[in-house]
Every structure is written in C-alpha cells, then in structure tokens.
C-alpha cells in the first residue's frame, strides 16, 4: 500500500521561499504520478503541480509557473515543492498524493477527487 507523509508548510513573509516534502512509500513500480495540491480556506481545492515518475514530466497551474518547481530525489523516495516568490494568495493547506492509473499527469481537480488524502501542510504567507 502507498502512503505519503507532506511535511515544511510554515510561515514566511510575502517574497520568500518554503520547501514542502513528500515521503512516499510502499511503490512497487515507477508507473505513478505524483501531484501537489492545495485548499484556501472558503475556496476548492486545486492542483498545484504535477510530475511523472516514468516520464519525469512535470505540469505547473499558471498561478505558480516560474516560481515553483516540482522535483524527486535520485532515490525516488521524496517530491519535493519548492516555492519561491511567495505572496499572501500561496496560503493554503498543501496535500500531496499519487495516481497509479496514468503515468501522465492529469489536470483537472475532479479526477483527483476521490484519491487518499493525508492531513496536508499549511503554508501561510504573510507580513
């Protein structure tokens, strides 16, 4: 069974920079995606990005391109979300989690709908 554990969400000022974890475990092929999604408080939850184990391809919402990056170790054990350039509309509770299906990163949120979800790591930004 697969389990995945999010952890780094803090507090940081408008302009800075946090680095979210995902340890994953119990994977018995590289034929998965890994994505990172968030929830606002009043608002649905979204994908934030995405990247293929397999492929190693990666997909960004436009809201976050060019200032977050999506990336594994060479162990394959951890994603990792960095997050540069912050700003107050980053705050969210941030989830990680994987589809087997596809070893291509699907977009839209309703597929993901019935995943697993863990608790999640809040990251909130502000002065």
């Known amino acids: 069974q697969v389990q995945l554990v999010e952890s780094g969400g803090g507090l940081v000022q408008p302009g800075g920079s946090l680095r979210l974890s995902c340890v994953a475990s119990?994977?018995?092929?590289?034929?998965?995606?890994i994505g990172w999604f968030r929830q606002a408080p009043g608002k649905d939850r979204e994908v934030v990005a995405c990247?293929?184990?397999?492929?190693?391809?990666?997909y960004y919402v436009d809201s976050v391109k060019g200032r977050f990056a999506i990336f594994k170790d060479n162990n394959k054990t951890t994603v990792y979300l960095q997050m540069n350039s912050l700003n107050p509309e980053d705050t969210a509770v941030y989830y990680c989690?994987?589809?087997?299906?596809?070893?291509?990163?699907?977009?839209?949120?309703?597929?993901?709908?019935?995943?697993?979800w863990g608790q999640g790591t809040q990251v909130s930004v502000s002065a």
């Open positions: 990247i293929s184990d397999s492929r190693g391809t990666t």
């Open positions: 989690t994987t589809d087997l299906t596809f070893d291509r990163c699907i977009v839209p949120m309703r597929y993901w709908a019935s995943h697993s």
């Open positions: 119990g994977f018995t092929s590289d034929f998965h995606t």
